[in-house]
C-alpha cells in the first residue's frame, strides 16, 4: 500500500522580554536555579497576575507579519493539570478565542514553494524545569522558567515529508528573530517545536491517529524524528496493528521514538476561563502603532533581491534567513548592476557562508566586511582577477592582510589579460603537449581541459579563463 504522511508542527517561541508574561520576574537564562522566580511564579496565596505589554505586542507584531485576524478580545484560560514544576496546579494559556488566528507561511522546498496554513498563535507561560541529573534518585524543581512568556504557533497538517516540516521550522525560526520576537536560541529552550505525525493510504480523506513528538530542540532531530516515526507507523499499520494516539519522546542516541503517555485530548485539560486576569481588548491604536514599527518582511526582501538581481527564489532565500545577513547582501550590493548583484550574492551563500559555518560564526562576526566582499567582486567583474584567484585574496581578506586592492598589488596576483602575451604561453603548451593536442583533434574532449589547466599552471593562474579558452579552441581549430 502507498501511504501519505502528514505533519503539523505546534512551536513554542519564547517571547524576547525581559520579565515574565504575569510577573516583574527577570528572564535571562542561565541564572542559578530558583533565583528568578517571585511570589506570582511559585502561587503563593493571595498573589494576582498582571499581564506585561511587551508580551502582547510581540504576538501582535507575529500575527500581523503572517496575515493573520487579531482577536479582540481574546480571552486567557486555566489549563489544569499536575506536573511537580507546575506550581499553580494550571498553565495560563488561551484556547477558545486566542489572541492569534490563521494566517499563513511561505516556505521553499528546494525549487518549489509551498504555503502552510497556521491555525492560530496563543500567548501562554511556561512550566518550571525538572532536573534528574545529580540527585541520586531523586528530582530537583527548578522555577526559574515558570512564567516565562512563550507564544504556542500551531499550524495546520499542511506539511506531507519530514523535508517540508524542517523547512516550515526553519522559515519560522527566521520570521520570529526576523521580527525580533524571540532569540530562537534552541540550545537554550527558546524556540522548540512539538511534530504531530500520522499517515493515511494515498487518496483517503480521513486523517490517520497521529503521535505527537515533544520538545525537538534542533532541526536535526526534527527531521530525524518525523522519519523514524513515519517509517514507525507504517510498519505497525502493514503488520495489522492500529495506531495509539499517544505523545512520545526523541531519543537522539538510538535514533528512535518512544512513547511517555497516552495523547490527553482538550476535555481533559478542564480549560475554563481565568476569573484573575480581563479579557484582552487590542484597541486599533495600538494595533496600527505596531503595524507601523514593522520591519520589511523576509518575503517582500525575497522579492525584491530576485526582482532587482535576478537572483532565484533559493538563493534569495538564503539571503533572507536573518535579518542580519539580508542587511548585510543589502550593503554589499549597494548600486551594483544585476550582474554584479548576482555575483555578489554567489559568494556570500558560497565561501562566506561555508567559512562562516565552519567556524561557528554570525553573519555580523564576519571577518570579511561588506566592503572588503564588494571590492573583491569589482575586480573579479572588471577583470582585474579571476575567480580562481578571488578564492585565496578572500582567504587573505578573512586573515586580516587588507581588502582586496592591497592584497593584489602586494602578492602581484593581478589577471593577464593581454591576448598576445596569453597566446605566447598558449603556443609554449601546445608545443610541449603534442600528444594532447592530437587527442583532442581526435574527438577527446578532456585533453582540452587538461590543455587549459597547462596554459593556468604555466601563467600562475593568472591568465583570464574566458581567453585562455577562446585562444586554445581558435588555435587547435586552425
Known sequence: MQWEVVIGLETHAQLSTVSKIFSGAPTAFGAEPNTQAC?????????????????VERAIRFGLAVGATINSPSIFARKNYFYPDLPKGYQISQYERPIVEGGTLTIQVGDAAKTVRLTRAHLEEDAGKSLHEDFHGHTGIDLNRAGTPLLEIVS?????????????????????????????????????????????????KELGTRREIKNLNSFRFLQQAIEYEVRWQINELEDGRAIQQATVLFDPDSGETRMMRTKEDAHDYRYFPDPDLLPLEVTVERLEAVRAAMPPLPQARQEKFCHEYGLTPYDAGLLT??????????????????????????????????????????????????????GMVDRIADGTISGKIAKDIFDAIWAGEGDADAIIAAKGLKQI?????????????????????????AGKEKAFNSLVGQVMKASRGKANPQQVNDILRRKLAS
Open 417 to 441: 589579460s593581454d591576448s598576445g602575451e596569453i597566446e605566447k604561453i598558449v603556443d609554449q603548451v601546445l608545443a610541449a603537449n603534442a600528444q594532447q593536442v592530437a587527442d583532442f583533434r
Open 321 to 374: 534567513a536573518s535579518r542580519e545577513l539580508a542587511d548585510y547582501f543589502e550593503s554589499v550590493v549597494a548600486g551594483a548592476d544585476a550582474k554584479t548583484g548576482k555575483l555578489c550574492a554567489n559568494w556570500i551563500n558560497g565561501a562566506l557562508s561555508a567559512r562562516l559555518n565552519e567556524e561557528g560564526l554570525e553573519i555580523a562576526q564576519s571577518r570579511v566586511s561588506a566592503t572588503q566582499l564588494r
Open 156 to 204: 495546520e497538517p499542511d506539511m506531507r515529508s519530514a523535508e517540508e516540516a524542517v523547512a516550515y521550522a526553519k522559515a519560522l525560526h527566521a520570521l520570529v528573530r526576523w521580527i525580533d520576537v524571540c532569540d530562537g536560541n534552541m540550545q537554550e529552550g527558546s524556540f522548540r517545536c512539538d511534530a504531530n505525525v500520522s499517515v493515511r493510504p494515498v487518496g483517503a
Open 39 to 55: 511570589g506570582v511564579d511559585i502561587a503563593l496565596p493571595g498573589v494576582l497576575p498582571v499581564l506585561n505589554t511587551g508580551a
